[in-house]
């Protein structure tokens, strides 16, 4: 593994209203070619292989972590318009197909080839969560709803979350929302009672779509419109810290430039993120010494 140490400061625009962005919080690593369709988000599965949903053709896509190439895609569009997918620790496996709008469960990653277990109607579905408790969740953006899933039985919800997106389990997991519609992202304990909201000008939140919580509790959150990364200390002073930010504000294909980029995954100090209008993974790392 490559990994190149950061020693520039970021450079490019900031969004109206945002404090002077810090730095880039990890370094370019790799890159998959561009022979994906839509990317969206992205997650390392129990067989050490990471999966990435593709939309525009209703498909999973299953690669090698170490060098982003494709290893094989399942579904052959059966997953129509995907946005999400998430594993729990006993191998379950959701898969929010917006264009159906349904929320499909199945037991495993082997499962996938066939029928779902459980089938929910949930309408503009955008993001599910397989929680360590044992619960499901799904977002189902057209109706503001984020509900909490036993089986096929809804024993939670909470309303007015109209147009958001991805869930993401912190460590003491609490859920995080990315609330695109409201530009924030906004934390609930695993009963859905919200907590706070991470909403200050300071971060120039334009679109946060996908997003996932480091280790330590820091958000990385994709601001899709703004061709961002941003990592956040929500324990921060004042509405929290901006701890770094990957991208210039203008898209583009390269090192620290991307076009509309949605899925993050964090795995250790790796960063995979769906560089979704160039069709391809990158994968960011962050220095140890």
Not at 128 to 154: D, E, K
Not at 195 to 224: C, E, M, N, W
Not at 230 to 249: F, N, Q, R, S
Not at 275 to 281: A, E, K, L, P
């Amino acid at each position: 593994m490559r990994i190149i140490a950061v020693t520039l400061c970021l450079l490019g625009t900031t969004p109206l209203g945002a404090q002077e962005a810090p730095g880039p919080f990890a370094a370019y690593d790799a890159a998959s070619e561009a022979i994906l369709s839509g990317p969206t988000d992205l997650e390392m599965g129990p067989d050490g292989r990471l999966y990435v949903t593709e939309r525009l053709t209703g498909e999973i896509a299953v690669m090698d972590p170490e060098s982003l190439e494709l290893i094989e895609r399942i579904g052959e569009g059966r997953f129509y318009d995907v946005q999400d997918l998430s594993f729990g620790d006993d191998g379950r496996i959701l898969v929010a197909v917006k264009g159906a709008g349904q929320y499909h469960a199945y037991p495993s990653v082997e499962a996938l080839s066939g029928l779902p277990e459980t089938v929910l109607s949930a309408p503009r579905i955008e993001g599910v969560l397989a929680h360590t408790n044992g619960l499901n969740y799904a977002m189902a953006s057209a109706i503001g709803v984020l509900a909490a899933i036993s089986g096929n039985t809804v024993t939670a919800e909470t309303q007015g979350l109209y147009g958001a997106h991805d869930l993401a389990e912190a460590p003491d997991g609490t859920i995080w929302v990315a609330d695109t519609r409201t530009r924030a992202l906004v934390q609930y304990s695993a009963d859905l009672e919200r907590l706070r909201v991470i909403d200050h000008p300071k971060f120039g939140l334009g679109s946060p779509r996908y997003l996932d919580v480091t280790d330590f509790g820091q958000l990385v959150v994709a601001d899709t419109a703004s061709d961002r990364i941003l990592m956040i200390d929500p324990d921060g002073p004042e509405g929290g810290t901006l701890l770094g930010v990957l991208g210039t504000g203008e898209a583009g294909m390269g090192p620290n430039v991307f076009d509309n980029p949605d899925g993050v995954e964090v795995v250790g100090n790796r960063f995979y993120l769906s560089d979704t209008s160039n069709n391809r993974i990158v994968r960011y790392s962050i220095v140890l010494f």
